[in-house]
């Protein structure tokens, strides 16, 4: 199944991304991937860094042209501050990063560690991601990230954004899915947050932003990423490792300073009855040749996924970003020659990189859901994948127990 590993450091000469099992005949658009990276690189409260680095992909491997030939596809994204062999080591370990315990771990420099475990890393994944989302794009497959909170200030999605989501999940007609997907993309890309609120909601979680950076300190959130037009039965029950809640839950749990994922309600369904909390099943025959075979649900509680599978339901996901840990206003640390008391190191950082996360977990659900497309219908050719979701849609739809 499709599949990907990254190499490279912050400060090094550039990212890669070495993407696997990538279906022949896939037309990739680089415009598609640099639109991913340049959005990562936004976002209200961000550093220096971005000022400096204009990421854009280069394809050196797995195309003919700029299709896709079956062979493991490399994208490389060039770093401009290259620098790596000039600097130095931290005096003290930073809270929050894995400069101490990587250091101890391998026996080595706090540069060493800090280099590869930073947040740059991710422009690979994203470059990953918005590969693999083209690939689902082609068979109707949709994923839109936003931001909804920032530390203690809440970004609701605003009505008219709903409205536009109910469109794409409702929608028979690719044109109005379209139409719409394009709307919410539009509403979340006008604003420096990437969220969908309205702009009072907006304005305060800007100025929480600023009186963080005024005090020194930083801020964190929440993102949601929402996925449409999923068939029955990506994923698996049948083995723990398999179950595609749990693969999501990993690869967004494995991204720099995400600290908690929920899926549909998530947490809320702790506190709830079950009457509240699971979907009723209702059945409309005029729908059974869409995707959801006719089955449809007043609500979505379950976030699109039930056993570890898909239920053809939107796929729902949220994480919880912490504060970015290094800060202007350093906290108490160790100085490593000498053991003594002192301030954390400091290296140009954020103040708040929550709306950069959002396109991160964006393209990384974007990934984990293509690569359980590939796991059940293949990912020898892009034509084989749609013959077998065809079939399988058609066997489903006839199939009664």
Request: hydrophobic residues 40%; neutral net charge.
């Amino acid at each position: 199944m499709l599949n990907y590993n990254t190499a490279g450091e912050s400060h090094g000469k550039g990212l890669l991304a070495l993407v696997d099992c990538v279906p022949a005949g896939l037309d990739i658009s680089t415009e598609v991937i640099d639109y991913e990276l340049r959005r990562r690189q936004g976002g209200y409260g961000r550093g220096g860094r971005q000022a400096i680095e204009t990421d854009a992909v280069e394809i050196l491997s797995g195309v003919w042209g700029t299709t896709t030939i079956g062979s493991p596809v490399a994208l490389w994204v060039k770093n401009k501050d290259y620098r790596l062999p000039q600097l130095e080591d931290l005096s003290s370990p930073r809270p929050g990063h894995g400069d101490l315990s990587g250091s101890r771990k391998y026996l080595s420099s706090m540069r060493g560690i800090l280099e590869r475990a930073s947040a740059r890393e991710t422009a690979a994944r994203v470059a990953a991601g918005a590969l693999a989302r083209q690939i689902l794009s082609a068979f109707g497959i949709e994923v839109v990230g936003f931001v909804t909170q920032i530390g203690d200030a809440a970004l609701p999605v605003a009505q008219g954004a709903e409205e536009h989501f109910a469109m794409m999940e409702a929608g028979a007609n690719s044109n109005v899915r379209g139409v719409a997907l394009q709307k919410i993309r539009a509403l979340r890309d006008g604003n420096e947050l990437y969220s969908l609120a309205l702009d009072q909601d907006n304005a305060k979680a800007i100025e929480a932003i600023e009186n963080a950076k005024s005090e020194g300190d930083t801020l964190g959130g929440v993102v949601e990423v929402r996925a449409t037009g999923i068939p029955f039965g990506l994923g698996t029950h049948a083995q723990w490792n398999q179950k595609l809640d749990g693969r999501l839950a990993q690869a967004i749990m494995a991204i720099q300073a995400i600290k908690g994922v929920e899926i549909g309600l998530g947490f809320r369904a702790a506190g709830l009855p079950g009457s509240q909390v699971h979907d009723p099943i209702h059945f409309d025959p005029l729908q059974e040749g869409m995707r959801t075979l006719g089955f449809s649900r007043p609500s979505n509680n379950a976030g699109g996924l039930e056993a570890g599978m898909t239920n053809a339901q939107p796929i729902v996901v949220r994480a919880a970003m912490k504060p970015i840990a290094t800060l202007r206003k350093p906290l108490d640390s160790v100085e490593m020659k000498t053991r003594r008391r002192a301030a954390a190191s400091w290296e140009r950082s954020d103040v708040c990189a929550v709306s950069a996360a959002s396109v991160v977990v964006e393209n990384a659900v974007a990934f984990e859901i293509a690569s359980a497309l590939t796991e059940k219908f293949g990912c020898d050719s892009m034509e084989e994948i749609g013959a077998r979701l065809d079939l399988s849609q058609s066997l489903q739809t006839r199939l009664r127990p």
